[in-house]
């Protein structure tokens, strides 16, 4: 999610930008509470889970792709999703920095929620790991959950914080300060309580729907639970 917001005519594209404007203006006595408020204040508002988002869209892209390949390649694509993998991939970078920043080291990621598995870095290493794995003809698993997890850090729009994007290259900190885990766990419960506000997080949750609903209508459960794949 991007973040663009306007102080006097001036317009501030990223959290950085705007505490230095606000802290500009400030006293030198308030200038370090303010800003710390400013950065809670705007976590708490614009980074949501993005859950539906993030697997819906993901696996609608899987599902797409498979149905726009010839019928030979259509059968082929077909064999080799597993549509488990792209579930996790999808999610990957979450699971990876949420319990880093709230709980095991926030200190080693600056309390950031999205830290390395957000990184440029980290997505081309997985690329890499998983076109190595494809080559070797050893399974399409590892490409699709390097690929789904690299299409989470295009959905949060990453390169917009460019130094979470292109960390370590542009300094050792990943930015903006997050709030505490219940300040952000109680955020992100009324967030998900009004998903439907967000358009590609309902259009992710009607993918998954759709999905869902396929998977029971072919009598397919007990094949996708074994092995991820949907006929």
């Known amino acids: 999610m991007g973040f663009s917001t306007t102080f006097d005519g001036l317009t501030a594209r990223s959290i950085f930008d705007a505490q230095m404007f606000v802290k500009s203006r400030l006293p030198a006595d308030d200038r370090t509470n303010c800003c710390g408020k400013l950065a ?3 976590v708490l508002r614009n980074h949501s889970l993005f859950v539906f988002g993030h697997v819906g869209l993901t696996i609608g892209a899987a599902y797409g792709s498979r149905l726009a390949a010839s019928r030979w390649t259509k059968r082929r694509i077909g064999q080799a ?12 970078p979450d699971l990876i920095d949420k319990p880093l920043g ?13 830290s390395i598995g957000h990184t440029l870095i980290f997505a081309i290493a997985l690329l890499i790991a998983g076109a190595a794995f494809w080559r070797a003809e050893r399974g399409a ?5 390097a690929a789904s997890s690299a299409g989470h850090v295009v959905l949060d729009l990453t390169w917009r914080t460019e130094s979470i994007l292109l960390w370590p290259f542009l300094g050792w900190e990943f930015g903006a300060k997050y709030p505490s885990p219940s300040q952000w766990a109680s955020q992100h419960l009324f967030d998900a ?18 999905f869902s609903t396929r998977v029971v209508y072919t009598k397919n459960v007990r094949r996708f639970l074994l092995r991820g794949i949907m006929t």
Not at 102 to 109: E, F, K, R
């Open 193 to 210: 309580l009004r998903f439907f506000t967000d358009y590609p997080e309902l259009a992710g949750f009607l993918v998954i729907v759709a």
């Open 40 to 42: 809670a204040d705007y």
């Open 102 to 114: 709230l709980w095991i080291a926030p200190d080693l990621v600056d309390g950031s929620l999205r």
């Open 81 to 92: 999703i597993d549509y488990r993998v792209i579930v996790v991939g999808s999610m990957l």
């Open 141 to 145: 698993g590892v490409a699709l959950f």
